[in-house]
C-alpha cells in the first residue's frame, strides 16, 4: 500500500509531542512553573506520573521502576501529595479541572487504598470540573478490586500495555501475559463502566514476523477495543540500558518494520476503523474519530489527543506540564523530587519559555501531523523547499499555495516531512526512535 524509500526515512525523528521537543530544554529561572500554574485559566487537564511496575519489560523506555521496594513508593506518594496540594493552592479560582490522566510506569502497580488517596487529594485541593478520567494499566497486575475501585471513582478512558500476544515476543521482551489474562482484564474494565479502551501494541519487536502482528491486530479486534495504538519499537540501548536483554539480531530489518506498520494500517481500516495519523487508531464513534473528522484533533505529552484544553500540568517525577507559552519537567531524580516537593515548592526547574516562533513552527508540525495538511507561511516554505523537494517528487506530499499537504501514501512519512519545519533540529543533533 506504501512505498519503501529508504533514504527518506533514514534520519530518526521526533515523536513532537511537543514543539520545541524535550530534547532542546534547558534550565529555567526560579519561578518559571509557579508562575506559568497562577495565571492559568479555564479549563485544565492533569498528568499524574507512577513511576513504577510491578515487573520491568527490556523494552521499555519509561522513567519506572520497581514497586517491590515500598518505603520507595510510599515516600514517592508522599511526595506527589505534597505536589498537589501546592499546585491547588497555586490555581486561580478560575482554573477548571476538566481531564485527569494516570500513566506511568503502571498506576496499578501501586496498592488500592493509595491509589484512592490520589483521588481524594485531587478533589480536595483542585478546581475539579466534572473530570473525565483515565488510566494506563498493566494487564499482570489488574485484579478484580481494582476494577471496583475504578468504577467506583468514575473511570471511562484506558489503556493497556499488551504490545503483542505472541508468547515467543513476549518472552523475548519480558512481558509474559496470557491471552485468559488480557480477557479477564478487558471485562473487569467494561464491567467497571470503562467506554474507551485503548490497547498498545508494537511492531518491529525481536523475532516478530508479519503473521505473529496479524494474529495481534485482529485479536485486540475481536476484544473490542475501541482504540489501538500501534508503535514501532525503538531500540536505543545507549538510552536505555534495560534494552541491552533484547538481542539486537533478532529484531526485523528497517524494510520489515515498514511492510508490517503498512499491515497494520490496511487490516485495521479494512476492520473499520478510522486512521489517527498512521499508527494510531479508533472506532469512528470514538472520542478522538470524531476530533479527527471535526478538525479537533491535537498532540501533547500523552499523544494524540481530543483534549482541547490550552493548559496541561504534570505531576510527579519527570512529569511534563504544557502551556501556550512554556514548556516544563519536573526533576527526573525523585530523591530530588521529593525534597523540593516536601518543601512546598514545584521541582520543574528545566524546560523552554516557547517564543512566538516557536509558536508559529509548532502550529504548522501539529497542524501536519493530526490533519495530514497545514498552511505555512512564505519564509517557512522557502527555508523547506529544497528538502521538501523529494517528498513531493515521489508523490507522498503536495504543495498548492501555501497549502501542504500529506498525501495517502505519504503517512509513514508524517514526521519526517514535519520535521523540515523544525528549527532546533540542526542546532542540537541527538539520536531519536527511527520514524517507522
Known amino acids: ?251 526485523p530489518g528497517a524494510a520489515a518494520r515498514f511492510i508490517m506498520a503498512s499491515e497494520a494500517h490496511r487490516i485495521l481500516t479494512g476492520a473499520g476503523y478510522d486512521a489517527i495519523g498512521f499508527d494510531h487508531f479508533a472506532l469512528p464513534q470514538d472520542s478522538m474519530a470524531r476530533a479527527v473528522r471535526n478538525g479537533t484533533l491535537r498532540r501533547n505529552f500523552q499523544g494524540f489527543t481530543d483534549d482541547q484544553a490550552e493548559a496541561l500540568i504534570g505531576l510527579g517525577s519527570t512529569a511534563i506540564s504544557g502551556f501556550a507559552g512554556l514548556l516544563a519537567q519536573n526533576e527526573k531524580h525523585t530523591g530530588r523530587y521529593r525534597q523540593l516537593s516536601g518543601e512546598g515548592r514545584l521541582s520543574a526547574s528545566h524546560g523552554i519559555v516557547r517564543s512566538a516562533e516557536d509558536r508559529r513552527r509548532g502550529e504548522v508540525i501539529e497542524a501536519l501531523l493530526c490533519r495530514g495538511e497545514a498552511a505555512v507561511p512564505a519564509d517557512l516554505l522557502a527555508g523547506a523547499a529544497e528538502r521538501l523537494a523529494p517528498f513531493t517528487a515521489a508523490g507522498l506530499a503536495a504543495l498548492s499555495g501555501d497549502r501542504l499537504a500529506i498525501l495517502p501514501g505519504g503517512l509513514p512519512y508524517a514526521r519526517v516531512i514535519a520535521a523540515l519545519f523544525d528549527s532546533y533540529r540542526a542546532l542540537t543533533p541527538r539520536r531519536f526512535s527511527s520514524a517507522i
Request: contains cysteine; proline residues 6%; hydrophobic residues 40%.
Open 1 to 251: 500500500m506504501w512505498s519503501y524509500i529508504p533514504e527518506l526515512l533514514a534520519t530518526p525523528v521526533p515523536r513532537y509531542t511537543s514543539y520545541p521537543t524535550a530534547a532542546d530544554f534547558g534550565p529555567l529561572e526560579d519561578g518559571t512553573i509557579e508562575r506559568a500554574v497562577a495565571e492559568t485559566e479555564g479549563d485544565v487537564s492533569l498528568y499524574l506520573h507512577i513511576p513504577f511496575c510491578e515487573q520491568i519489560c527490556y523494552y521499555c523506555g519509561c522513567n519506572t521502576g520497581a514497586s517491590g521496594k515500598r518505603a520507595r513508593v510510599e515516600h514517592y506518594l508522599d511526595a506527589l501529595h505534597q505536589e498537589i496540594a501546592t499546585v491547588g493552592s497555586l490555581l486561580p479560582p478560575s482554573a477548571r479541572v476538566r481531564r485527569i490522566a494516570f500513566g506511568g510506569g503502571s498506576p496499578n502497580a501501586i496498592l488500592t487504598g493509595e491509589f484512592l488517596a490520589l483521588v481524594d487529594a485531587l478533589h480536595a485541593h483542585m478546581p475539579l470540573a466534572a473530570p473525565e478520567w483515565s488510566i494506563e494499566l498493566d494487564p499482570r497486575s489488574l485484579t478484580a478490586e481494582w476494577s471496583h475501585v475504578l468504577g467506583a471513582v468514575g473511570v471511562t478512558r484506558a489503556s493497556m500495555g499488551v504490545q503483542t500476544f505472541a508468547a515467543h515476543c513476549q518472552k523475548a521482551i519480558g512481558r509474559e501475559q496470557s491471552l485468559t489474562m488480557i480477557c479477564r482484564s478487558v471485562d473487569w474494565l467494561r464491567s467497571a463502566g470503562v467506554t474507551s479502551l485503548n490497547f498498545d501494541l508494537m511492531y518491529g519487536l525481536p523475532h516478530q514476523s508479519e503473521a505473529d502482528l496479524e494474529d495481534s491486530l485482529e485479536m485486540t479486534r475481536k476484544l473490542g477495543a475501541d482504540r489501538i495504538a500501534v508503535f514501532g519499537y525503538a531500540h536505543v540501548p545507549h538510552l536505555v540500558p534495560r534494552q541491552t536483554m533484547i538481542p539486537e539480531n533478532a529484531l
